[in-house]
């Protein structure tokens, strides 16, 4: 697993990133970001990170792999979708 944070330049708006959720009981669950109608379902799944209630990962495919990514900043991630930070 690779530090979004540490890429310097993850692609947080990609559409063909996948993101999703991990909780503290090992739940699973996929966060969509294809359209802006599915901005509401980020910005939750923002606020339920930085409230550590659970963590968020994203996969980044390639060409020949995809890797996986924690988010890890959660700022560069809330810039991205233009979310205000408070």
Same mark, same amino acid.
């Given at each position: 697993?690779?530090?979004?944070? /540490?890429?310097?330049?993850?692609?947080?708006?990609?559409? +063909?990133?996948? =993101?999703?959720?991990?909780?503290? @009981?090992?739940?699973?669950?996929?966060?969509?970001?294809?359209?802006?109608?599915?901005?509401?379902?980020?910005? /939750?799944?923002?606020?339920?990170?930085?409230?550590?209630? +659970?963590?968020? =990962?994203?996969?980044?495919?390639? @060409?020949?792999?995809?890797?996986?990514?924690?988010?890890?900043?959660?700022?560069?991630?809330?810039?991205?979708?233009?979310?205000?930070?408070?």
């Amino acid at each position: 697993m690779r530090s979004a944070k /540490e890429t310097g330049n993850f692609p947080y708006t990609v559409s +063909t990133v996948c =993101y999703f959720e991990v909780d503290k @009981n090992g739940n699973v669950s996929q966060v969509y970001h294809k359209n802006k109608s599915d901005r509401t379902k980020l910005l /939750e799944a923002y606020h339920r990170v930085n409230n550590k209630t +659970t963590t968020l =990962y994203a996969v980044w495919p390639g @060409n020949w792999s995809s890797d996986l990514f924690i988010i890890d900043d959660l700022d560069a991630f809330a810039k991205a979708f233009n979310f205000l930070i408070d």
